[in-house]
C-alpha cells in the first residue's frame, strides 16, 4: 500500500520539510484530513523523544 494525501490536504503536507514528508510516505498512511497528519506527526514526535 502507497501512502495517500487527500487533495484537501497536500497544500498543507508539501509545507513540511522533505525529511518530514519523506517519514511520513515510508509509513503507508492515508492522510484524509488535518487531523489524520496531526495524528502520524504525534507518533513521530514521540518517537524522536524515546
Excluded: G, W
Excluded at 13 to 34: A, G, P
Aim: net charge negative; hydrophobic share 40%.
Amino acid at each position: 500500500m502507497a501512502s495517500y494525501v487527500s487533495p484537501e490536504l497536500r497544500e498543507k503536507f508539501e509545507t513540511l520539510s522533505i525529511d518530514l514528508k519523506n517519514n511520513i510516505l515510508k509509513r503507508n498512511v492515508s492522510l484524509n484530513s488535518v487531523y489524520d497528519l496531526i495524528n502520524i506527526l504525534e507518533v513521530i514526535s514521540k518517537e524522536k523523544e524515546e
